[in-house]
T-cell receptor, first 114, second 112 residues
Framework: DAGVIQSPRHEVTEMGQEVTLRCKPI?????LFWYRQTMMRGLELLIY????????DSGMPEDRFSAKMPNASFSTLKIQPSEPRDSAVYFC????????????FGEGSRLTVL | LAKTTQPISMDSYEGQEVNITCSHN???????ITWYQQFPSQGPRFIIQ???TKVTNEVASLFIPADRKSSTLSLPRVSLSDTAVYYC?????????????FGPGTRLSVLP
């Protein structure tokens, strides 16, 4: 069974450009999470969905960030416009049991904004 | 909300048993305790989860005292490949989102 699939694995872009990160959760999992990891701030929870509905987006840094989950097998995290301080590794994770919460992470998308 | 406290770093030698303790003084009745491991350039990976007493799997053991205000992850006979960051998470039915909030973790270095 395939794990959580993220794309792209690496992206280098210039300040001001739009960035879209994609995630395919594990089939049958009903919760999806977006995290950002940097050396300074560690692993930050940005937003999570349950049954495709956003439950808590209080971790989204600002209005430049948006996330969608149009169906159970796909989610996007969009940054528009991007800034150098958005440079980080972005992880997507999914979970089957949303109450006891074993998370399965993707390999991450490393974003560099110049 | 249950906040967790762990040592920032630990060193060990190959073949030793490593115990990493996490404090969670205000853990709620319905909260579970979950530990993850993260290698460089990878996402965290689930190690073990428990509610009370002791849980053991093929990778680690988790010891939880009766008051549940702390927990100890035990890694038997570590090897160099166990060098990683270990995170303790606490959360459950009543504070759903806290299941998924990672603290700074404990950076374990296993030396030859």
């Amino acid at each position: 069974d395939a794990g959580v699939i993220q794309s792209p694995r690496h992206e280098v872009t210039e300040m001001g450009q739009e960035v879209t990160l994609r995630c395919k959760p594990i089939s049958g999992h009903n919760s999806l999470f977006w995290y950002r990891q940097t050396m300074m701030r560690g692993l930050e929870l940005l937003i999570y969905f349950n049954n495709n509905v956003p439950i808590d987006d209080s971790g989204m840094p600002e209005d430049r960030f948006s996330a969608k989950m149009p169906n159970a097998s796909f989610s996007t995290l969009k940054i528009q416009p991007s800034e150098p301080r958005d440079s980080a590794v972005y992880f997507c994770a999914s979970s089957r049991d949303s109450l006891t919460g074993e998370l399965f992470f993707g390999e991450g998308s490393r974003l560099t904004v110049l | 909300l249950a906040k967790t406290t762990q040592p920032i770093s630990m060193d060990s030698y190959e073949g030793q048993e490593v115990n990493i303790t996490c404090s969670h003084n205000n853990i709620a009745t319905n909260d579970y305790i979950t530990w993850y491991q993260q290698f460089p350039s990878q996402g965290p990976r689930f190690i073990i989860q428990g509610y009370k007493t002791k849980v053991t799997n093929e990778v680690a053991s988790l010891f939880i005292p009766a008051d549940r205000k702390s927990s100890t992850l035990s890694l038997p006979r570590v090897s160099l490949s166990d060098t990683a960051v270990y995170y303790c998470l606490v959360g459950g039915r009543d504070n759903y989102g806290q299941n998924f909030v990672f603290g700074p973790g404990t950076r374990l270095s296993v030396l030859p």
